[in-house]
């Protein structure tokens, strides 16, 4: 099977964030309690997105989802066109924009061959959150963003980080301390559901090699996941210990230097 299309089965098979709530999926019910879950441990994502500053403008999505991020930037009026690889997600976006009565436009498509499916258009905002380092040719979706940017195109994307507290963690967890195993660990355990055949991941050099043809106006790392995975699939928040008595101050240092999440803000050169 063709790499892309592995990928695509493995997000068809457990769609990012399908299991934040145990109420019926496609419920008003289900979805405040995925999108609560979501924001209460990835709380820096709002921030990110700033989706009250996108009201009435056009803003593209690439890697919607089961669509946390997606409802929010419509809900605050944006013109909003998502693009998804996985149909099952997808499906359950679009289910989420007609249990709230919103809308926006759908594309099931590869981000690697975006303007073979997407129409040719300027966007003020192009939003990427947890996706690109996903699929085969992470430098092919920056070349296919570049004919929907205008002068003025804001590009804001996450992408996973090199140096950082989850990958230490996998090395010492998984690997038993085998660094040089890294890229590989993190492709099998860089998500809830082990196995994910494709994930990169990017020190801030890294990053500028990647979106060389951007200007970056601003590169930053946050999140690390402080709870006990046993008991957060419960559905309980209890702390790791070295966490529980960590203060906040410390805590949040942690996470501007070593975050899992590269926050990346940019313009294309072009």
Not at 16 to 43: D, L, M, T, W
Not at 89 to 94: E, I, K, W
Not at 115 to 142: C, R, W
Not at 205 to 210: H, Q, S, T
Request: include cysteine; glycine fraction near 6%; proline fraction near 5%.
């Amino acid at each position: 099977m063709e790499l892309i299309e592995r990928v695509r089965a493995f997000w068809d098979g457990r769609p990012c964030n399908i299991s934040h709530s145990q109420k019926p999926v496609g419920s008003r019910e289900y979805f405040q309690e995925v999108e609560a879950r979501k924001y209460f441990v990835e709380p820096h994502i709002p921030a990110f997105a700033q989706f009250e500053r996108w009201r009435g403008k056009k803003v593209l999505e690439i890697g919607c989802g089961i669509g946390t991020d997606s409802v929010n930037f419509a809900r605050h009026g944006a013109d909003l066109s998502v693009v998804e690889l996985s149909e099952t997600s997808l499906d359950v976006c679009r289910k989420r924009f007609d249990v709230y009565g919103l809308a926006a436009s759908f594309y099931c498509a590869d981000a690697e061959q975006l303007t073979n499916v997407v129409p040719v258009e300027t966007y003020d905002l192009i939003y990427s959150f947890g996706v690109i380092h996903h699929t085969p040719n992470p430098e092919k979706v920056f070349e296919e963003i570049k004919p929907y940017c205008g002068p003025q195109t804001e590009i804001r994307v996450m992408l996973y980080s090199k140096w950082s507290w989850k990958v230490f963690w996998a090395i010492l967890k998984y690997g038993k301390g085998a660094f040089w195993q890294a890229q590989e660990l993190m492709r099998a355990y860089s998500e809830a559901e082990v196995g994910c055949p494709v994930t990169f991941y990017y020190s801030q050099r890294d990053v500028r090699r990647l979106m060389c043809d951007y200007e970056i106006e601003g590169l930053r790392k946050d999140h690390i996941f402080p709870y006990v995975i046993e008991k957060y699939v419960e559905y309980q928040y209890e702390k790791v210990w070295y966490f529980r008595w960590m203060p906040r101050p410390l805590f949040r240092w942690l996470e501007h230097r070593f975050g899992w999440h590269t926050l990346v803000v940019g313009k294309f050169n072009g």
